[in-house]
Nanobody, 121 residues
């Protein structure tokens, strides 16, 4: 089996910073793109940032210049550094990873369990 475990969420004041981590484990052969999504109450889950296996990145317009996505392939981990946080960044953040399992030809998208980020004074 494959698991994605997130950490790093919490309560922060406007203008503050948080760093999210997401580690993948299990019978992994390779990981393609890894990403972060978020879902606010009553809204759909939206892409925040994505990073490809060769390091290419893409960000939602609302977080450009404030958030940075990075990955450590030796640790099968993706990070999201969030700076200058705003109340509208409040949401549950989910990580994703497109993983090919050992002995499989199929790439499947796995999800983390979600971590709450609340930006409030």
């Amino acid at each position: 089996q494959v698991q994605l475990v997130e950490s790093g969420g919490g309560l922060v004041q406007p203008g503050g910073s948080l760093r999210l981590s997401c580690a993948a484990s299990g019978s992994i052969f390779s990981i393609n793109a890894m990403g972060w999504y978020r879902q606010a109450p009553g809204k759909q889950r939206d892409l925040v940032a994505i990073i490809t296996s060769d390091g290419g990145t893409n960000y939602a317009d609302s977080v450009k210049g404030r958030f940075t996505i990075a990955r450590d392939d030796a640790k099968n981990t993706v990070y999201l550094q969030m700076n200058t946080l705003k109340p509208e960044d409040t949401a549950v953040y989910y990580c994703s990873a497109d993983i090919k399992k050992q002995f499989s030809q199929v790439v499947f998208r796995y999800w983390g369990q979600g971590t709450q980020v609340t930006v409030s004074s």
